[in-house]
T-cell receptor, first 113, second 115 residues
Framework: QQQVRQSPQSLTVWEGETAILNCSYE??????FPWYQQFPGEGPALLIS?????DKKEDGRFTIFFNKREKKLSLHITDSQPGDSATYFC????????????FGIGTLLSVKP | DPKIIQKPKYLVAVTGSEKILICEQY?????MYWYRQSAKKPLEFMFS???????DNQTASSRFQPQSSKKNHLDLQITALKPDDSATYFC??????????????FGEGSKLTVL
């Protein structure tokens, strides 16, 4: 049973476009949602995160939109750059998960110049 | 310079053998973790340690044994290796003892292939 789902599994956008990565979760006690970025051969690195008390978090070109009622969130990457090409993981924790981060399967983003 | 050092980066083992994955963190963090990344599967939590004490264990098999000789050290011993154990194993750390208190920092991983 996947507690954190991501879509699409892969996404290709052109340089300068906005990439939208989707995430949904099942456990309503989750209250912390980080997004991690992973380049080939490296470990995941925290990109941006949001807590369930907020509905939006912005950091430069990266924005998380959070809908607690629908248990959905999305990561928007505006003005996408080829250097943004990576795998993006949505994760969740809190409540029943304790100190464990539950990860989604990831979205592989490719930004074409 | 990498702040979480994992060794080896790549390893190949035969079925039934034993391997130890090494992890050291130089971030001054109190909590350390092991995660596994298999093909077509999400990153999977395995263990968490805080001040060298086991906090949580989500690994069903006793073939996986974490070992912490120092606060900044958390190795992973895997015995009786099976082909299904083939994966990249990531060590991670965090400042607080709960991931809600801060971010997880990951190492570069140890990619294990079991033949």
């Amino acid at each position: 049973q996947q507690q954190v789902r991501q879509s699409p599994q892969s996404l290709t956008v052109w340089e300068g476009e906005t990439a939208i990565l989707n995430c949904s979760y099942e456990d309503s006690t989750f209250n912390y949602f980080p997004w991690y970025q992973q380049f080939p051969g490296e470990g995941p690195a925290l990109l941006i995160s949001i807590r369930s008390v907020s509905d939006k978090k912005e950091d430069g070109r990266f924005t998380i939109f959070f809908n607690k009622r629908e248990k959905k969130l999305s990561l928007h990457i505006t003005d996408s750059q080829p250097g943004d090409s990576a795998t993006y993981f949505c994760a969740a924790s809190g409540g029943s998960s304790g100190n464990k981060l539950i990860f989604g399967i990831g979205t592989l983003l490719s930004v074409k110049p | 310079d990498p702040k979480i050092i994992q060794k080896p980066k790549y390893l190949v083992a035969v079925t039934g053998s034993e391997k130890i994955l090494i992890c050291e963190q130089y971030l001054g963090h109190n909590a350390m973790y092991w995660y596994r990344q298999s093909a077509k599967k999400p990153l999977e939590f395995m263990f968490s340690y805080s001040y060298q004490k086991l906090m949580d264990n989500q690994t069903a098999s006793s073939r996986f044994q974490p070992q912490s000789s120092k606060k900044n050290h958390l190795d992973l011993q895997i015995t009786a290796l099976k082909p299904d154990d083939s994966a990249t194993y990531f060590c991670a750390s965090s400042q607080g003892t709960g991931v809600n208190t801060g971010q997880l920092y990951f190492g570069e991983g140890s990619k294990l292939t079991v033949l």
